[in-house]
């Protein structure tokens, strides 16, 4: 069974930085690409950044690039997210997502994907 379990999120001021954790089971983890997704409150979801399988490229949505890093250890089969100087509107519920041997960014074309970590940033 496929698990992936996001923690790190919660609340920090407006230029401050939080590090989110995506640890994956039951796959085997350099045969995918990881994802992270958000989505705010009455929004749709949004694509944040992805890196490819077998330690392929790294990508990211406008709105993240230059502060936001996505990372793997494949020791641990863990993917993560690092943000910083975080902005009011970073606020949302982080979501990690695996793709089995495919780029893109979209929502619905995953394989599998996680509960959901909140972030929110004051002002």
């Known amino acids: 069974q496929v698990q992936l379990v996001e923690s790190g999120g919660g609340l920090v001021q407006a230029g401050g930085s939080l590090r989110l954790s995506c640890a994956a089971s039951g796959l085997t983890f350099s045969d995918y690409t990881m994802l992270w997704f958000r989505q705010a409150p009455g929004k749709e979801p949004e694509f944040v950044a992805g890196k490819g399988w077998h330690g392929g490229s790294e990508y990211y949505a406008d709105s993240v690039l230059g502060r936001f890093t996505i990372s793997e250890d494949n020791a641990k089969n863990t993917v993560y997210l690092q943000m910083n100087n975080l902005k009011p509107e970073d606020t949302a519920v982080y979501y990690c997502?695996?793709?089995?041997?495919?780029?893109?960014?979209?929502?619905?074309?995953?394989?599998?994907r996680g509960q959901g970590t909140q972030v929110t940033v004051s002002s």
């Open positions: 997502a695996a793709r089995f041997q495919k780029y893109g960014s979209g929502w619905y074309d995953n394989n599998y």
